[in-house]
């Protein structure tokens, strides 16, 4: 494990997290399924906080995002791709997940 994604892994978060787009889809993707999979909620409650991280750390204040912190530039992958992610992690589940805390990707324009 690289000591970025043992700081990551330390606060709760997937040893694969590494703030970089692509992964809000596929981190999320692997643990939506797993939770359907194995019926356990632990994994869908990951998964929102997996993706209110990326949202958070991503996001800029003109609701475009970045790559990643070490890539900062914004394109229609890193923003187009988040939309699909949440629908696919979360429209099959209950409307009990987590409540976000306040964070900026719901004040976006």
């Known amino acids: 494990?690289?000591?970025a994604s043992h700081r990551f892994y330390s606060q709760g978060?997937?040893?694969q997290t590494r703030l970089w787009?692509?992964?809000m889809f596929m981190i999320t993707a692997v643990q939506s399924q797993a939770t359907r999979a194995t019926g356990e909620r632990s994994y869908i409650d990951r998964a929102a906080n997996e993706?209110?991280?990326?949202?958070d750390s991503l996001q800029q204040p003109n609701g475009l995002f970045y790559h990643a912190p070490s890539?900062?530039?914004s394109g229609a992958a890193a923003t187009a791709g988040w939309p699909p992610a949440?629908?696919?992690c979360f429209a099959p589940f209950p409307k009990t997940i987590p409540t976000a805390p306040a964070s900026s990707w719901?004040?976006?324009p």
Do not use: G, K, S
């Not at 993706?51 to 949202?55: A, D, S």
């Open 106 to 108: 719901h004040t976006a």
């Open 21 to 23: 787009i692509d992964d």
């Open 1 to 3: 494990m690289v000591p």
């Open 86 to 88: 949440w629908r696919n």
């Open 13 to 15: 978060y997937t040893w």
């Open 71 to 73: 890539a900062p530039f």
């Open 51 to 55: 993706m209110i991280l990326y949202l």
